[in-house]
């Protein structure tokens, strides 16, 4: 249920609501636009009297959420929420990629493509240090010392770094980590989003491999129902009958999202199709659709890499692709 009050309601008011309506057990989410505010109730409205509460003074209208999410839902919040990694801004109009290589190998690696991501546009190095691999044989990441080759690289750079939480027992691991990426195959995994939703950081929720929209935004309720607003959704392809790709890049999803949240959305292009040809127009696509920022994969020798090379773009592509992601934000001007 969400209550929109009259503008012009000064904050005395709207305080003596709120503790109102926390009086009957329920959460009030206080959005604050330029012109109007929207309170959100979370909780058992079933005991709100709506016509008592359209009634007050200075409410204007009271209506009922029909969706499952509350806090992702955009009734909520009609204002694009912006994300702030340090001096980075996500969303609202603020458009951040986010580079780097699927694992991080050695210091000299890291270090190298952070530099170059940076020097070519990217503003958030990413890089795994716990691997979730389909195969227990593959390269599974470097863990706690891959991490510490992460912080090494943004001591260097001064790049904020991003890289995947997979199991809770590490969460005290991330302390100095500026984003906390949830993978695909842990989109549902409940318990996980429960505990990083009880941390402050910005959260980077990806699409899982079979999950519809509203699921994935249920699990992006799942962090904020526990008080982090700080959630970024990440699109990096759905899994359909096509094998062509490694997965089918589901863009229609940004606009869609866009309509149904106001969270930020982010595009993975190099996961969605799994081959580094199709990556610099997905990236391209991606931006014309209204993504607020790309995740990259950007490997300094791609042919050698450990894991997932053949969509790993080298730097110099990275750069012809940042490039004409500029082109492409500018002309939408």
């Given at each position: 249920m969400?209550?929109?009050?009259?503008?012009?309601?000064?904050?005395?008011?709207?305080?003596?609501?709120?503790?109102w309506?926390?009086?009957?057990?329920?959460?009030?989410?206080?959005?604050?636009?330029?012109?109007?505010?929207?309170?959100?109730?979370?909780?058992?409205?079933?005991r709100?009297?709506?016509?008592?509460?359209?009634?007050?003074?200075?409410?204007e209208?009271?209506?009922?959420?029909?969706?499952?999410?509350?806090?992702?839902?955009?009734?909520?919040?009609?204002?694009?929420?912006?994300?702030e990694?340090?001096?980075v801004?996500?969303?609202?109009?603020?458009?951040?990629?986010?580079?780097?290589?699927?694992?991080?190998?050695?210091?000299?690696?890291i270090?190298?493509?952070?530099?170059?991501?940076?020097?070519?546009?990217?503003?958030?190095l990413?890089?795994?240090?716990?691997?979730?691999?389909?195969?227990p044989y593959?390269?599974?990441?470097?863990?706690?010392?891959?991490?510490?080759?992460?912080?090494?690289?943004?001591q260097?750079?001064?790049?904020?770094?991003?890289?995947?939480?997979?199991?809770?027992?590490?969460?005290?691991?991330?302390?100095?980590?500026?984003?906390?990426?949830?993978?695909?195959?842990?989109?549902?995994?409940f318990?996980?989003?429960?505990?990083?939703?009880?941390?402050?950081?910005?959260?980077?929720?990806?699409?899982?491999?079979?999950?519809?929209?509203?699921?994935?935004?249920?699990?992006?309720?799942?962090?904020?129902?526990?008080?982090?607003?700080?959630?970024?959704?990440?699109e990096?392809?759905?899994?359909?009958y096509?094998?062509?790709?490694?997965?089918?890049?589901?863009?229609?999803?940004?606009?869609?999202?866009?309509?149904?949240?106001?969270?930020?959305?982010?595009?993975?292009p190099?996961?969605?199709?799994?081959?580094?040809?199709?990556?610099?127009?997905?990236?391209?696509?991606?931006?014309?659709?209204?993504?607020?920022?790309?995740m990259?994969?950007?490997?300094?020798d791609?042919?050698?890499?450990?894991?997932?090379g053949?969509?790993?773009?080298?730097?110099?592509?990275?750069a012809?692709?940042?490039?004409?992601?500029?082109?492409?934000?500018?002309?939408?001007?």
């Amino acid at each position: 249920m969400i209550a929109v009050l009259k503008p012009g309601t000064t904050p005395e008011q709207t305080d003596h609501l709120v503790q109102w309506l926390k009086n009957m057990n329920l959460d009030v989410h206080i959005s604050q636009g330029r012109e109007v505010t929207i309170l959100g109730l979370i909780g058992d409205t079933s005991r709100v009297d709506m016509d008592l509460l359209g009634s007050l003074e200075i409410v204007e209208s009271v209506k009922r959420v029909s969706e499952p999410f509350k806090q992702v839902n955009r009734k909520f919040h009609p204002q694009d929420s912006v994300i702030e990694v340090g001096d980075v801004k996500i969303g609202g109009g603020h458009f951040a990629i986010i580079a780097g290589p699927c694992s991080v190998e050695t210091e000299d690696q890291i270090i190298e493509v952070a530099q170059s991501v940076k020097a070519s546009g990217a503003s958030i190095l990413r890089g795994g240090a716990f691997k979730p691999r389909t195969s227990p044989y593959a390269f599974q990441g470097l863990g706690e010392d891959g991490l510490k080759l992460l912080l090494k690289a943004k001591q260097a750079t001064g790049l904020p770094i991003c890289t995947e939480l997979m199991n809770l027992v590490h969460l005290d691991l991330f302390a100095d980590v500026d984003i906390i990426q949830i993978g695909a195959r842990n989109m549902q995994n409940f318990d996980l989003l429960k505990e990083v939703g009880k941390t402050k950081k910005p959260i980077l929720l990806k699409r899982g491999l079979a999950n519809t929209l509203e699921e994935w935004l249920m699990s992006a309720e799942y962090i904020m129902s526990e008080g982090n607003q700080n959630v970024i959704l990440c699109e990096r392809g759905i899994r359909t009958y096509e094998t062509f790709t490694r997965n089918t890049l589901d863009l229609a999803a940004v606009p869609s999202l866009h309509a149904l949240t106001h969270l930020p959305v982010l595009v993975d292009p190099s996961h969605a199709t799994g081959k580094a040809w199709l990556v610099p127009p997905m990236a391209v696509a991606a931006t014309a659709a209204g993504a607020d920022g790309l995740m990259i994969e950007v490997h300094n020798d791609p042919a050698h890499a450990l894991c997932d090379g053949a969509q790993s773009l080298s730097p110099e592509k990275f750069a012809e692709v940042s490039r004409k992601v500029q082109r492409i934000r500018e002309a939408l001007k």
